[in-house]
Structures are given as structure tokens and as C-alpha cells.
């Protein structure tokens, strides 16, 4: 039987989520459908606020694996689901465990901050886990005489590294998205529309970022449209956002930066797009696939987010 045409899928989901209470947690490079039927979008460090302080039995993470792990480490007594368990993440993919440890081997004495885009065992690794959203607090908040190792993602690394002029050595990763984003397209755009503010993320690569009007996490992109009094914005993140900006924004006009092979649709991320209501629909009826995490490995990752958690949550943060 073709079950698509005959289960009306955002009903079911919400009749599901309040019979087990549940809650859906969307990051916001999630198709539009799906952040609509959402209890809560926002970025990494709103999605772990969240996944810490609810009351819910079950947690529906509609993201990639290493956002639904960091809501099970931070609710271990929760169950914590991952409609695709192939929603991966090319940067955290970038940076191995094993390679990763020796990489701090190599650059003894140094604290080790990653962002929180990395898989399980390099969050074992690490001494304080950041956000794009926290990353310059967290690293302004340690000594200013204190030597730093930053990863996985390069271009994230030197931006931090330009704004706080901290020593820092950086680990050779990226996400295959932000460098995706064509400095000749955004130089196309702007001058077919000269009044429209370049906003882009800081894992786009430093020609991108030289040409932005404003740099920020995804929560912050979507902020600054609000408060800025511009029109129209050229986008360099995740098209997923501009679900949340048109909302929030209804008379402006916002425009995604293409990717550099016009053939390929490579400014969206393959591994968000996995996630579909169906498979919500279908996880949330069957409680699978879960996340599970042995118990050593999920306190030794808890520590290093607990920190940055701590840290984040201090005034103007
Ligand atoms: S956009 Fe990049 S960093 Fe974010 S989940 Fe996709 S591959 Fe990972």
C-alpha cells in the first residue's frame, strides 16, 4: 500500500508527540515543512539549551547525528531520537579521534576547544566544547596568556584567531557547505542588487568573509535581519535559514548565495536534508533509530559541554 498519499503525516506527528510526549527540536538549515511543525528551531546552542531543560519523555532531534548526541549527553535520561542515523556531518568527519589526539600530542600545553560540530569521541578530547554562536566569548573568557588548539573547522579557527589575536593553533578542517559559496556569485548579486547587505556565516572561507557586510552564527544572521533597516540580504549559510528570516522578516527580500558548480546544489547540506516529515512520522510511531552512547563515553563528553554551557550562560551571552 503507498502509505504517502494516505496518512496526513503533521497530524499523525502531533497526535504521536502528545500521546508520548515528545518534543521536536529542528536546527534551522531544516526544510521549511519541518521547522513549521516544530516545538523549538534555533541554532547548536539554543538546540542544547532546549535538549537540557524540558520536560519531555522523548526528544525528536530533526538535524544531524552530532546535534542529537550532545541532546542525549545533556538529557541522558531522556530517549533521543535521529529520524536518518545517516544525517552525518562532513566537518565533523574532517577531524577523526584518532588523528585529532595526535594533533594535541603535537602542540603539548595547550587547552582544547572544538566546536561542537565534531563526533562524540573528539568531544572526549576536549577541555571546553563552543558554538559559532559562543565561540569568541568562550575563548576570551580563559586567560589571555593561554595557549589554544582549536577545531575541527579552519576557517571558524582563523576568524576567531582575527578577532581576539589569541594563540591559537587551528586544525585543517572544514565543512563542505560554507566553502561551497562563490565569491563571483555574491559579487554577481550584489551588483545586480547594489542595496543588499552580504550576511555570512564564519565557516565561509576569508574572501567570502572580507566581502561581508555582517559575520555571525546562523541565530545571529537571523537576529541581525531583524534588526537591521536593510531590504534585502545576500545569504552566505545554509538556505534553511531564509525559511526563518522571510518569517521573521516578511517584507524583505532574501537572496542565497549559489554555490561555486552552479550544477550541483552544494549550498544546502545533503546530510539536513535527509531528515523528511515522513521519516519523523515513522520515528516517532516506532522509537527508532535512538541514540545510544555508552555511559563513559557520554560523562567524559558531558564535561567539556557542561563547561561551555556554564560559560555561555553568563550575562550578554
Ligand atoms: S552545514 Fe556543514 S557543518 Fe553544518 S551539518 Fe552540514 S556539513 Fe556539517
Known amino acids: 500500500m503507498d502509505t504517502k498519499h494516505t496518512i496526513d503525516y503533521v497530524s499523525e506527528i502531533n497526535r504521536i508527540k502528545k500521546e508520548k510526549n515528545a518534543v521536536i527540536l529542528a536546527h534551522y538549515y531544516q526544510t521549511g515543512d519541518i521547522q513549521d511543525i516544530a516545538d523549538f528551531v534555533g541554532d547548536s546552542l ?8 524540558n520536560n519531555a519523555d522523548i526528544i525528536l532531534f530533526a538535524g544531524v547525528r552530532f546535534m542529537a548526541e550532545t541532546a542525549k549527553i545533556l538529557s541522558p535520561g531522556k530517549k533521543v531520537l535521529l529520524p536518518d542515523m545517516n544525517a552525518g556531518c562532513s566537518l565533523a568527519d574532517s577531524c577523526s ?18 566546536y ?13 566544547i563552543c558554538t559559532s554562536s559562543n565561540a569568541i566569548q568562550i575563548i576570551e573568557s580563559l ?13 571558524l579557527g582563523n576568524y ?14 572544514a565543512c563542505h557547505v560554507h566553502e561551497e559559496f562563490s565569491l563571483e556569485g555574491i559579487l554577481k548579486l550584489k551588483q545586480e542588487s547594489p542595496e543588499a547587505k552580504v550576511i555570512v556565516h564564519p565557516e565561509c572561507e576569508l574572501p567570502v568573509r572580507m566581502v561581508a557586510d ?37 517584507g524583505k527580500k532574501f537572496i542565497p548565495v549559489p554555490p561555486k558548480d552552479s550544477t550541483c546544489g552544494c549550498n544546502e547540506c545533503s546530510f539536513m536534508k535527509l531528515i523528511t516529515i515522513e521519516k519523523i512520522y515513522k520515528c516517532l510511531r516506532d522509537e527508532i533509530p535512538e541514540i545510544m552512547i555508552d555511559y563513559d563515553i557520554l560523562e567524559k563528553a558531558r ?10 550562560a553568563k550575562p550578554g551571552l
Open 303 to 312: 564535561k567539556p559541554i557542561i563547561r561551555m554551557m556554564e560559560i555561555s
Open 46 to 53: 539554543a538546540l542544547s539549551r532546549k535538549a537540557a531543560s
Open 143 to 155: 586567560p589571555a596568556d593561554e595557549k589554544i588548539l582549536f577545531g575541527p573547522d579552519r576557517n
Open 160 to 173: 576567531i584567531i582575527n578577532k581576539t589575536g589569541r594563540d591559537i593553533v587551528v586544525w585543517n578542517g
Open 116 to 128: 561542537v560540530n565534531t563526533n562524540i569521541e573528539v568531544k572526549v578530547l576536549s577541555d571546553i
Open 97 to 114: 579521534a584518532e588523528d585529532f589526539s595526535r594533533f594535541i600530542e603535537e602542540n603539548p600545553g595547550r587547552t582544547v576547544v572544538t
Open 214 to 250: 555582517y559575520i555571525g552564527s546562523t541565530a545571529a544572521l537571523l537576529k541581525f535581519t531583524q534588526k537591521d533597516n536593510s531590504d534585502s540580504y545576500i545569504v552566505g549559510t545554509e538556505p534553511g535559514i531564509i525559511h526563518q528570516m522571510k518569517k521573521e522578516n516578511p
